[in-house]
């Protein structure tokens, strides 16, 4: 079973196992780029400090809140998502609200659709947003899959510097009614 935690050192060896799986390439959802180092227990605390921190900081350099959470399962790190609490242009644009990934080994089993509707629901419970947008390349099915399996509904797509990329928009009263 699946659960969403707040981000904890004490899940550095199996988030190490994930990363390698990742072979170098981006983990949506998972803020590495904020890690000096992930490998030393220190690096790796201290970058959980960030991710921490970051859902209170200010906005600074278009990096805006953010709220980080694991996905688990007992004590194994299977993913993360990310909600950023509002959109600057560049995001409304090609970023979204939500991000998220899945460790390679653990896609196709739901983690990713159970957890968006997770986080979609507790967003939906504070209140301050009656949708929020997701976006994935064109190419990812399995993303445009899941954001549809969770009420995403396609507004356009458009060029970024990586080709075709989809926009989607979650209405989050459909969550808060089943609260």
């Not at 990310?82 to 644009?93: E, S, V, W």
């Not at 080994?105 to 979609?120: K, V």
Request: proline share 4%; charged share 20%; hydrophobic share 40%.
């Amino acid at each position: 079973m699946f659960t969403l935690v707040v981000p904890h050192p004490s899940y550095h060896q199996s988030f190490l196992e994930s990363h390698q799986e990742w072979a170098g390439a981006h983990q949506d959802g998972a803020a590495v780029f904020l890690a000096e180092d992930v490998k030393s227990p220190a690096g790796f605390a201290d970058w959980v400090g960030k991710l921490l921190d970051a859902e209170s900081a200010p906005e600074k350099d278009g990096i805006v809140p953010c709220t980080f959470r694991w996905i688990t399962e007992g004590s194994r790190y299977v993913g993360a998502i990310a909600f950023r609490h509002h959109l600057t242009p560049a995001l409304l644009n090609s970023g979204g609200h939500i991000g998220y990934g899945v460790r390679p080994s653990d896609r196709g089993r739901g983690a990713a659709s159970w957890a968006l509707r997770e986080l979609c629901s507790h967003v939906a419970a504070q209140g301050k947003l009656d949708r929020v947008l997701l976006t994935c390349h064109d190419q990812n099915a399995a993303s445009a899959k899941t954001i549809e399996r969770c009420g995403g509904i396609l507004e356009d797509v458009r060029m970024d510097e990586d080709g075709p990329l989809r926009r989607y928009w979650i209405d989050l009263q459909a969550f808060s009614a089943t609260d």
